[in-house]
């Protein structure tokens, strides 16, 4: 019997969504690369350049998976840092790599290791890598296969990622559509109701209660409009922009959660600032730093987080009430940590005394 013609095209319509899905894509790539008894991996660089194993198939002991690699160390991190591919045929007596991974290695009983840069107009991507198991050398043959499947994988990589934007540039486009109609409908309807009532309220002055119930309309009708106004700032946020306001309100929702202590985010903007998705890894871990200094230190009954765009920074500021800084205050790992890793990106980071109480850690970063 021959199969319908629609079979086919289910299975071809499997292969285009598999083919725009990034982790997909590199599960494929593994699956081509690795044989038998070898384990192999992908890694992905964060926005200082420190690799993370978010893809690995053929292990036995789970000590690899989300391993974090700083760039340059072993011999994935050595090939991300290079662009080019590198191997051992001995990983424990190489002398051409960092050992910072041995433990690692011997856990899954790794022998020797090839490893491949994921390059895509030459902009790195990550690494895609293979261990066996068994002694042995890589050949020219294997080394060819690798680079092949590293070049087709970085291209599944790059059409997966403009698939993504296009998505959500296509439902941001939407959610603005969408946001221009309420404010044109609901906004001006609700504005009327408002205008009326206060037309009805000067004209029942001679009725206090009459007059009462009309205020207390009034002011729901305020209420409303001001969450139709916050609900069209967030259908307005472009996805970048609205995923660094969701993060820094879990954060303060976190703060709150484990210390009792209120947390309010304010965003002073009509619009919410916008980052690209590695510098706002770097903030947030940054901000993060400074709820964690406000929680152990402080002593404070609150704190507030700002975010501020002025062109061309962005400035987000974590405000307590507490002790304030100490004579001889001297930064501590975590503070300067996160000043070096925002001084990277041509920000900064200070943290001062609010004369009127408590402290003010303030970041700022060009966006």
Request: aromatic share 4%; glycine share 10%; with cysteine.
């Amino acid at each position: 019997m021959r199969a319908h013609p629609l079979v086919g095209l289910d299975e071809q319509y499997a292969d285009l969504l598999a083919a725009l899905d990034r982790g997909e894509a590199l599960r494929r790539a593994l699956a081509l690369l690795a044989e038998g008894s070898e384990v192999a991996w992908t890694a992905r660089p964060d926005a200082d350049g420190v690799l993370t194993l978010d893809q690995v198939t053929g292990d036995w002991t789970g000590v690899l998976r989300a391993l974090q690699v700083p760039s340059g160390t072993g011999l994935t991190g050595k090939v991300f840092h290079a662009g080019q591919a590198g191997w051992v045929d001995d990983y424990f007596g190489s002398q051409e790599i960092t050992h910072d991974f041995d433990r690692h290695m011997a856990t899954e009983k790794v022998r020797r290791v090839l490893a491949v840069p994921l390059l895509r107009d030459g902009e790195p991507l990550g690494v895609l890598a293979i261990g066996p198991r068994e002694d042995g050398t890589f050949g020219d043959r294997e080394i060819e296969r690798a680079s092949a499947v590293a070049a087709q994988a970085a291209l599944a990589v790059s059409v997966a990622e403009r698939a993504r934007l296009s998505r959500e540039i296509a439902v941001h486009e939407e959610r603005r559509r969408m946001a221009a109609d309420l404010h044109d409908s609901v906004g001006a309807l609700l504005f009327a109701i408002g205008s009326g009532m206060a037309d009805l309220a000067e004209a029942t002055k001679a009725d206090p209660d009459l007059r009462a119930r009309l205020d207390r309309l009034r002011t729901q009708a305020a209420e409303a409009t001001t969450a139709l106004r916050d609900s069209l700032r967030t259908l307005r946020s472009s996805p970048a922009a609205l995923a660094l306001g969701v993060a820094l309100r879990a954060d303060c929702e976190a703060f709150a959660d484990r210390t009792g202590l209120p947390a309010e985010l304010v965003i002073l903007d009509e619009d919410p600032p916008e980052l690209a998705p590695s510098r706002s890894d770097v903030l947030l871990t940054a901000v993060r730093e400074a709820l964690l200094n406000v929680e152990k230190h402080a002593h404070a009954g609150a704190v507030t987080v700002s975010v501020r765009r002025s062109d061309p920074w962005l400035t987000v500021a974590v405000h307590d009430d507490g002790v304030g800084l100490g004579p001889g205050h001297t930064p501590g790992l975590g503070l300067t940590s996160t000043a070096e890793a925002l001084g990277r990106l041509g920000g900064s980071v200070r943290v001062v005394s609010d004369p009127d109480g408590g402290t003010i850690w303030r970041a700022r970063l060009p966006c």
